[in-house]
């Protein structure tokens, strides 16, 4: 049983680019989350999607964006990236939104 | 409003003694309560969770953890340390109302031989 994956592993982009990060959640899992993680810092939430809609939002300006296909794998897009951008991107599936299960991240990095 | 406090940025302890890492919520409901473990450049393990029953909850790797209603607590505890128990780790606390769970700062938990 495959776990949550993401793609790429790791990605390098200049400030004021565009990013399209990718999550295919865990077998039978119907609902997909991202955090973002910044160094020595805990998840902070962006948002989840549910059934292809956007459920609920944490507070990250609209240049984040996202995406839940029918086979409810998920993309994150970054629009006008910023230095601060910088972190490590984490997606969660999770069924009934109990426990969530992380992929192993993906590692941005704006210059 | 939810949130986690891990008052502490690191814990110490010497391989076979018990350890303990500490958490503190906040919540305007009914809680349910997660740990979760990171490994150096990789994602979060789910450890344990408590959603309703017994305060004492067991869960992978010989962890427990112990719900203390009336102090707002969700302490993690292993008996005995393995070296290889050192990581981060996070408690999480998610309101029944909201699909969404708030992570704390992390623990560095650091085993010595």
């Known amino acids: 049983d495959a776990g949550v994956t993401q793609s790429p592993t790791h990605l390098i982009k200049t400030r004021g680019q565009q990013v399209t990060l990718r999550c295919s959640p865990k077998?039978?899992?119907?609902?997909v989350s991202w955090y973002q993680q910044a160094l020595g810092q805990g998840p902070q939430f962006i948002f989840q999607?549910?059934?292809?809609?956007?459920?609920q939002r944490g507070n990250f300006p609209d240049r984040f964006s996202g995406h839940q296909f029918p086979n409810y794998s998920s993309e994150l897009n970054v629009n006008a990236l910023l230095l601060g951008d910088s972190a490590l991107y984490l997606c969660a599936s999770s069924l009934t939104s109990n426990e969530q299960y992380f992929g192993p991240g993906t590692r941005l990095t704006v210059t | 409003a939810q949130s986690v406090a891990q008052p502490e940025d690191q814990v110490n302890v010497a391989e076979g003694n018990p350890l303990t890492v500490k958490c503190t919520y906040s919540v305007s409901g009914n809680p349910y309560l997660f740990w979760y473990v990171q490994y150096p450049n990789r994602g979060l393990q789910f450890l344990l969770k408590?959603?309703?029953?017994?305060?004492l909850v067991k869960g992978s790797y010989g962890f427990e953890a112990e719900f203390n209603k009336s102090q707002t607590s969700f302490h993690l505890k292993k008996p005995s340390a393995l070296v290889s128990d050192s990581a981060l780790y996070f408690c999480a606390v998610r309101d029944i109302s909201s699909y969404i769970p708030t992570f704390g700062r992390g623990t560095s938990l650091i085993v010595h031989p």
């Open positions: 408590y959603i309703t029953g017994d305060n």
């Open positions: 999607y549910y059934e292809e809609e956007e459920r």
């Open positions: 077998s039978g899992h119907d609902t």
